[in-house]
């Protein structure tokens, strides 16, 4: 009986201790959440002009069955005489690139639980090269065919990912009147309306086509099991100087309402503690390649290249940083990052990442991103670039080009760790630490590092301050030296 009990206690002691173990060690982290990142796809539907007819006549859901028939004799020169005739400066994302593409993003990010695209779904010159190719054709006819090629490009990606919702933005190329045109509250944004909302939360679906037929704008729940976040999706292409409506008149009116509606988003979220995602196509702050390229003379006065028409929309991101964990641009084709900087001391700054194409129209091989999301936080823990070892997409290997963390050390993606890498960029004017070094061979994929060192101390500038007083302040340190003396 007495070695019952002794066995009893023991059997108490044990639990008792096991109990107090578990209660001392740090609760497990919630697994991060994988993300899908795809930008400036430009998909090119005139690449065979053999098929064009046919692709006009079909409905989208016969599109496939013609592309992914065998070319028509004569393509390749077809194509040739139709890019001269529209002054096309390269080729975009074809359909086997595209086919080859998917086949990537299923394989690298298989477990992805959403997508993110930061438009420019359609190639480059489309009005013109459609007018080329059916010259018979009448504006309605070119509105079709544009919305049929934006249907199939997202019908795509959510058909390689069923039930992950596919978060879509318009580019400046996306449209039905040409590039940098559109209409605010038109017929082309009330069609595609259902078409961008598809697949998003019921309960955001009905709110978002009522938004995005205004605007090109719309507001959704982040999937679970990330927790009490939202993704603002905006059409900036009204806050560009190039912004014209389709009957080519300047109108600043869609730019000051989406202003206002993003900040009613921001609001919002600050009032209810809810972390939000904004996603544009067309960065805020100054184009550092165009003012470089255009040998602005900023020290002597020059204003340098931006890439919005005013700084109403990165001031306004900035306002938010307790609220913003990421904001998504892109339209540069290159894998970049920013940091938008409040305007009051003390204030959290906010973290942005440009996506790089996977259209290779500039010369770079194609890429997507793939990230992971801490569920408790809605901030990138990580991610990592994935790029193709051509630019046709024929026989192309995708494999990684780098790892945010690996790369430069860093333990998340957020305002703190990009402010870090630009103190050290600042600081290495010749580019030669090895964090320099690697973001100047990640920044163009196929490395073109030396056309970037070439200017390297300029670019670090734009990478955060998004003003161009700031920016020229940065870039020209003897008249911010002489201006602290006087």
Known sequence: MRSDWRLVIACCLLWLSAGAWAHAQPASQPAAVQALMVSDIHFEPFWDPGKIARLNAAPVTGWKAILAAPETPGRAAGFAALQQQCGARGTDTSYPLFVSSLQAMRAHAAGARFITVSGDL?????????????????PEDYGK????????????????????????????????????????????????????????????RKRAEQVFADGGNYSAELP???????????????????????????????????????????????????????????????????????????????????????DALARTLSEYGEAIRLVIFAHTHMDELRLLQPAQSGAPAVAVKMVGSISPVDGNNPSFTVA????ETAELADYRVIEASNQTGVGAQWSE????????????????????????????????????????????????????????????????NDTGAAYRSCACPAQRQSALHQ
Request: glycine share 8%; with cysteine; net charge negative.
């Open 145 to 204: 065919f544009v919305e049929k090629t934006i249907v199939f490009v997202l019908a795509e990606l959510r058909a390689s990912f069923p039930g992950a919702p596919v978060y879509a933005a318009l580019g400046n190329n996306d449209s039905d009147c040409g590039d940098y045109r559109l209409d605010a509250h038109g017929a082309f944004l009330a069609s595609e309306g259902p078409v961008f909302a598809a697949g998003l939360p019921a309960a955001d």
């Open 122 to 138: 359609i190639a480059h010159q489309f009005s013109c090269k459609f007018a080329v190719a059916l010259p018979h054709a009448s």
């Open 372 to 375: 992971e999301v801490d569920p």
């Open 401 to 464: 080009e780098y790892d945010f963390g690996s790369a430069y050390g860093e333990s998340g993606f957020n305002a703190q760790s990009v402010a870090r890498l630009i103190g050290q960029f600042s600081h290495d004017p010749a580019a030669v630490s090895p964090a320099s070094r690697e973001y100047l061979h990640n920044y163009f994929v196929r490395d073109e590092s030396v056309v970037l060192k070439a200017f390297w101390p300029q670019y670090v500038c734009a990478l955060g």
């Open 224 to 310: 679970a099991p990330i927790r009490n976040a939202r993704i603002v999706v905006l059409d900036d292409l009204f806050q560009s100087s190039r912004y014209r409506s389709c009957a080519g008149k300047s109108d600043p009116a869609p730019a000051a309402e989406q202003i206002a509606w993003l900040r009613s988003q921001l609001e919002d979220a600050r009032r209810s503690g809810r972390r939000l995602w904004v996603m544009a196509h067309i960065p805020t702050g100054v184009d550092p390649y165009s003012t470089a390229r255009r040998m602005r003379d900023l020290c002597g006065g020059e204003d340098p290249v931006m890439f919005l028409s005013g």
